[in-house]
């Protein structure tokens, strides 16, 4: 492997890993499967159960809405209000799960207080279970049994398979753990047979992790954690955080000037992992529709 | 980290991580508990589930049969025969499973051929599932919710906190991407802080990643892999492998020869983990019939 000092002023090609033309190939896909199914008389729907006054959740409420209703696909926004409590919310996806006019779910985070992600994902019907919250979908892929893992884990796997990098052997480092992106990214990468390797806050001496790595994926949520001294020449970064700044405007966890030209590829924040993930929702929505 | 290389003829005094004497403290509990249990009415019932003629199982179903009974636990060994189906053994676990009398069930492997174990696996009750074989048990550890450990994983874990091993901000590196030991091994490695590392069979160089451990787990079933080249003086080696050999006896993965002196910890095989497995199983039985 060669390294690339921080100090480093030779620029590196590094390669921009956009995900806007393979979220654009898989709406496509969806529109098309959604537009049949239709014809048959089912039209797939997806609920999407939100708990929370949060702005920028109802932000991606709406996109995901939007990109929903382009794609020939209903989509219900379960508004249960920012005083809901555990089991209003429990009873909802109860209630979606045995709908048989529904074929995916997905429970919106910030929830209020008192209300747990993972234990009221676990009244999410597995196979409406879209966005691969509920518990049993975290083991079925750990056991490596089909489930649908949550979009945004499987759409780093996407990119990754689309820009054709190798994974079978390689040293992939992940940096977070979060239940939603790390820990089943780390799964998904770990069934391709990469060696993989789980940071995160208590991780020491960060940088020696991640100057071993072939694929990078990060996905903590703080803006700047990347920068020259994490990388070297060979690293592709896959760049998960979504940070909103002051001026309106989204960054990722990487610091993209400092990296650029010192690794070998790099997801942009906005139009990188993002369009996937919820192009990826609607795929999962459909697919469920078509078994139905 | 201090490195020994390979070739070093000094001599480390490596600990040796008995799990004899931790077994017999978890034990002794167990049978307290299973003692008042009985005294008020409920006899703790294990359910061990055989479809499989092969000699070692029948001598891991004895053992852990007779550790059963001399802790006060009922041992029921349900053995359906070589030539069960997986109908059979479905029916036999979902009938154990709304069993009020059994409070853990173990499905024994090998299994026949057409049977899959994860798929059944599914058909043990989460709260009897003592060996944590459920996909579900695996998504809830990963998610962070109470489960119970596959046994052997949660020795692990046991062994490394009798002997306080540090964990936290600490590198591990398991050997190994089993459901049963592997992969529960590095969630629960990860929600104790440490940074964790998997290997597998398609790992490059893997003394590259072992030697960089404070903890190395190594649950991979092949005699003499690790050896000299893959330790420094700093690891600590938990060797979870079980290999039978020619003259009757058992030996790990680890080459004790090799690595004795040259690493500051290694549990013996036979007497490290084993112990301690069979005890925790136990232990989650007794644990489940306090509960109902």
Redesign the interface.
Known sequence: MTTIPSSATSSLATRTLAGTQLARDIRAEVTATAAELTLGGVTPRLAVVVATDDESSAWYVRSIAKTAAKSGILCDVVDLGADATADDIRASLAALSTDPEVHGIILQTPLPPGADF??LAASIAPEKDVDGA????????????PAYAPATAAAVLALLDHYEVPL??RTCVVVG?S?VVG?PA?QLL?QR????????R???DLDN?TRTADVLVVAVGRPGLITAQHVTGDTVVIDVGTNPTADGGLVGDVDEAAVSGLVSGLTPVPGGVGPVTTALLLKHTVHNAARS
Chains 1, 2 share one sequence.
């Open positions: 993972e234990d509920n518990p049993l979908s975290l083991g079925r892929l750990a056991a490596g049994l079978s052997g753990r239940n820990k780390a770990l047979d990469a060696t993989v390797t789980v940071c995160h208590y991780t020491r992790y």
